[in-house]
């Protein structure tokens, strides 16, 4: 009996040890509970983002990942009929709490679109626009030097070096879309929201984008929505996966595209019905 | 799995793996099979089948890895999907070992028809039975991913090593008997190895189908049979 007994002691591959965690929570969310009018959209969310680490959300359409990424720099606000409720914490802080000025909270917590929508004004200025309404900067070199600093960071100095007071809205979907990413950390933010940043740009410019959260990752702190799983397992370090507003399952993209352990993760990215 | 794809060609893709792992698994069950009557019977014909047959395997052997490059790169499966497809891969390499050895057994049947039948040679079919009925059964357990089918034969394996053991010994005690005994004796020692070789390459695919089917790799120490390794001639006791 001995040997029936070892030979089921098997062991999980991404199984952790004993060994401390790497990581600090950077955004947590406990209870969290979203209604749009009388449909209940999101259902009792728990969950921790990662600091410096990329975190995917994916599932269905409807699921509700695009709902909590917007309860993340409470976008939802402005939607009339939505009501949140739970704990939402930036930092250990409360991000609902009556004290906090939304408009500071969208500085650290920024958000890049599913379509590009840069400014219809100069590639300039649709970077020195936040900083200016933040008070960032005060005087035309600091503000230059914040516009250099972006578009590195974004992959797109040398692309539009010697044309910044150029329109952007003249630039490649791609170009357009690293603009936008531009735009969100040249105000500094802590945390970037992306909601299906690549759903509208070719693989190449895809890969650009890609390529380029895995660099911001160092510095920021990363919540992608994506509705292509390859991405998802291409650029974030976590996996949630959302359906019918359920939050299913949080893990190590790994494990959750090789083993996940809820049927209906399984059924969801490989393709079946769950 | 529960459930189709709902892209129903990539269901066809998997089920063709299947068949060709399916017909691979009945074809080397049958090479084993005739290797070993053909070393109980003394037949050079059916010994030679084997060896011309094997070819067949290698095909298919083949045949799955392009299927499963195709899978792989155009599908890009993800987690059972993705176990399944590199599980094909692996099972189709323990199989065309398998069927190499089988394929060595029947070349030294015709070599051991050169020489007098020794008592021995009994013993390889009872080992060629077992052997055959743990491949038959983790064939069967893949086709119905059944892991506790699967450890079982990954278990029974040391009752193999032991036959493989106890005929190690016997061997020695003919070649000391009468040195004519070599020749034949060696044979029966390498046919015999080759069968416990099967063996292991059968407990391969049980893990196989444990990762497959569990996500898990089968990470305990498998029991394993004295296989004659530490075995001598004329080794003095020490004195108790």
């Known amino acids: ?255 959750i595209f090789t083993n996940p352990r809820d049927e209906r993760t399984q059924g969801y990215i490989t393709g079946r019905y769950g | 799995m529960p459930n189709d794809h709902i892209v129903k060609s990539f269901d066809e893709e998997l089920k063709r793996l299947s068949n060709l792992l399916a017909r691979m698994g009945g074809l080397v069950e049958a090479q084993i099979a005739t290797s070993i009557q053909a070393v109980a019977q003394r037949d050079g014909d059916l010994a030679t089948s084997v060896i011309t047959a094997d070819s067949r395997v290698d095909e298919l052997e083949r045949d799955i890895d392009d299927q499963v490059l195709r899978v792989m790169a155009l599908r890009q499966p993800v987690a059972t999907d993705l176990r399944f497809a590199l599980g094909a891969l692996r099972i189709a390499a323990d199989l065309e070992r398998a069927a190499d050895y089988a394929k060595n057994v029947a070349k030294r049947a015709i070599a051991l028809n050169q020489v007098a039948p020794l008592r021995p040679v009994h013993a390889i079919p009872r080992m060629g039975a077992m052997v055959r009925e743990m491949l038959k059964d983790v064939l069967d357990a893949f086709a119905a991913r059944d892991v506790a089918k699967a450890v079982a034969v990954w278990n029974r394996d040391e009752e193999l090593d032991e036959m493989y053991g106890s005929l190690f010994r016997e061997l020695l005690t003919y070649m000391m008997e009468d040195p004519r005994n070599i020749t034949g004796s060696t044979h029966l020692l390498f046919i015999a190895k080759n069968i416990e070789r099967i063996g292991d390459h059968t407990t391969n695919i049980a893990e196989t189908i444990h990762f497959l089917v569990t996500g898990v790799p089968l990470r305990a120490e498998r029991p394993k049979g004295d296989g004659g390794n530490f075995a001598v001639v004329g080794a003095s006791k020490p004195a108790e």
């Not at chain 1, 009339?80 to 409360?94: E, I, N, P, R, Y």
């Not at chain 1, 709490?97 to 500085?107: E, T, W």
């Not at chain 1, 740009?201 to 702190?221: C, G, N, W």
């Open chain 1, 1 to 255: 009996m001995e040997m029936a007994r070892t030979m089921t002691e098997t062991k999980a591959v991404g199984a952790s040890s004993t060994e401390a965690p790497k990581f600090k929570i950077k955004m947590s969310g406990r209870g969290v509970n979203v209604h749009y009018g009388a449909k209940h959209a999101l259902k009792t969310v728990d969950i921790d983002i990662r600091e410096n680490q990329v975190t995917a959300f994916i599932g269905p359409s409807g699921c509700g990942k695009s709902t909590f990424l917007r309860c993340l720099n409470r976008m939802n606000d402005t939607i009339d009929a939505c009501k949140v409720s739970g704990d939402l914490k930036l930092d250990k802080q409360d991000i609902y709490d009556k004290s906090i000025d939304v408009v500071q909270l969208r500085a650290r917590v920024g958000m890049v679109f599913q379509k590009a929508n840069p400014f219809p004004k100069s590639i300039y200025e649709n970077i020195v626009y936040g900083p200016k309404i933040h008070g960032l900067a005060t005087g035309k070199q600091e503000l230059d030097e914040i516009v250099e600093k972006s578009l590195r960071g974004a992959g797109l100095w040398n692309e539009v070096k010697d044309r910044l007071l150029d329109s952007g809205t003249g630039l490649s979907g791609g170009q357009q879309q690293r603009l936008c990413i531009a735009r969100a950390i040249a105000v500094s933010p802590e945390v970037i929201l992306m909601d299906e940043p690549c759903s509208a740009l070719d693989p190449i410019a895809t890969a650009h984008v890609e390529e380029l959260i895995d660099e911001l990752k160092s510095k920021y702190t990363i919540v992608i929505v994506t509705h292509n799983m390859q991405q998802a397992a291409r650029v974030s370090q976590r996996t949630a996966f959302f359906h019918l507003g359920v939050l299913v399952e949080e893990d190590d993209t790994a494990n």
